[in-house]
């Protein structure tokens, strides 16, 4: 009896060690999208040649994995639904030769129709500056809720802007995007649809790098209204984290011309009226035709790095389709040619705070409830942080010692917030320091470059 207990806590522990650790972002992605730890019912391997044949009748926590090969009739997932934990899984190489998906005029690359707990992962996808799209939640859907994408690698959708990377064009909630690359997209990402009726709620999209879109990066559109009957949350929030989102070439300009990252407004009453879009931790580099930012709504920015040094706008918060209501943008870096922080068209009854935030601009902040920034010209950024003019890869915004720190501010009131006491580099910080880092002197975390960041909870 004393051996088989001894073996059992022996094998138990041989286990754990060996148990591959669970990142809190991980878990957080698992829990948002329903894709648990369970183990796949059937494990089906396919190529290029039977994969079509093979993905007929996929059930609930099936995992196919596709061979090194090039796939041409895309990947079609219409009336395919897994369950909680039990997710459908469909996923190429992780490394090595990649499962490449070649994009039409006749089709989207990746297809949602009615779907729901799927987890597509570690594809490359090619546009051929096609028509379609790379990932599309198809116009004539119901819905497509609890999906996973990550890993993709995405590049040529750009027959025309309104070519798109990521596109929902139905309800769409808890989805997870993450560690995906978009370059040269028509639009990085487009998360909803155009008359506010197609919701994209309570989604997580982390760790991903875009970059020479012609338009957005990732745009979110507004809501006006919350379809909770179908299954939507009734309240919810979107988390934009450890993005690198960069516009430095390729972009459309005049009328043409779009933020890096732009999003709406939530429902005006009712269910999802108090919901927040939760944006810290990203890197939004240079636009030289827009703002690096723009939104409106619900909108909680922080420990975020901007740098326009060409382009005429930081982050300008306004009206859009409707106007700005609670706003908190704290300990940000900015640095633009024009203006760092601009807030105008405030609903009434609503405040917009800017609190803690080091700019540097030639109209630093317009606008707003301003407290304890520190604020000077571009020209004059390179007094206050070690580098803050070379290019991306060898830019440092990390602080001088001494030239951001001032007054204790009181943010207990912002503590609900995601890892609203931690800096960019996920330290823990003290509030007595302006802008995205907590440190000074020399930066011993990750430096912004065109990669997908490293850095996650």
Request: glycine share 12%; aromatic share 10%.
């Amino acid at each position: 009896m004393k051996r088989t207990v001894l073996w059992t806590a022996c094998a138990l522990l041989a286990l754990t060690l060996a148990a591959p650790a669970v990142s809190p972002a991980q878990t957080l992605a698992q829990s948002l999208s329903g894709c648990g730890t369970a183990a796949p019912t059937r494990t089906i391997r396919a190529n290029p040649s039977n994969y079509k044949t093979l993905m007929v009748g996929l059930l609930p926590g099936d995992k196919v994995t596709l061979d090194p090969g090039t796939y041409t009739q895309g990947l079609r997932f219409w009336n395919v639904n897994g369950q909680v934990d039990r997710c459908i899984v469909v996923e190429g190489p992780a490394s090595g030769s990649p499962a490449l998906f070649l994009g039409t005029d006749l089709w989207n690359t990746v297809s949602f129709k009615n779907a729901s707990y799927i987890a597509v992962k570690n594809l490359q996808l090619d546009g051929q500056r096609k028509l379609g799209d790379g990932v599309k939640v198809e116009v004539d859907s119901t819905y497509a809720h609890h999906i996973w994408i990550e890993g993709l690698q995405m590049k040529n959708y750009n027959n025309t802007v309104q070519t798109v990377g990521i596109n929902t064009k139905a309800k769409a909630w808890n989805w997870v995007i993450r560690k995906n690359v978009i370059v040269g997209a028509g639009t990085g990402m487009y998360l909803g649809k155009s008359d506010g009726n197609g919701e994209f709620v309570n989604g997580l999209i982390e760790n991903n790098l875009i970059y020479n879109t012609l338009g957005y990066g990732i745009q979110i559109k507004h809501q006006l209204s919350r379809d909770t009957a179908i299954g939507i949350p009734a309240t919810a929030k979107t988390i934009i984290r450890h993005n690198v989102i960069s516009k430095e070439s390729g972009s459309l300009s005049g009328t043409e011309a779009r933020p890096n990252l732009l999003v709406g407004h939530w429902p005006l009453s009712g269910a999802g009226a108090g919901d927040v879009y939760v944006i810290y931790g990203n890197v939004f580099w240079e636009n030289p035709y827009e703002a690096l930012f723009q939104g409106e709504g619900n909108i909680a920015f922080y420990d975020n790095l901007l740098v326009n040094k060409t382009g005429p706008f930081g982050m300008r918060i306004q009206k859009h389709n409707d106007l700005p209501r609670k706003i908190d943008i704290f300990n940000n870096t900015v640095l633009a040619k024009g203006t760092g922080i601009q807030i105008t068209s405030g609903a009434v009854g609503y405040v917009q705070r800017v609190i803690g935030n080091a700019v540097f601009a030639a109209t630093p902040l317009y606008g707003g409830v301003q407290t304890g920034n520190v604020v000077d010209t571009y020209a004059n950024a390179a007094k206050y942080l070690n580098n803050p003019t070379a290019p991306l890869g060898t830019v440092d915004l990390y602080p001088k010692v001494g030239a951001l720190q001032g007054a204790l501010i009181d943010m207990t009131s912002l503590n609900f917030l995601l890892d609203y006491n931690r800096d960019f580099n996920l330290l823990t910080r003290v509030f007595d320091r302006r802008g995205a880092y907590a440190g000074e002197g020399v930066n011993a975390g990750w430096w912004p470059k065109l990669e997908v960041m490293p850095i996650e909870q």
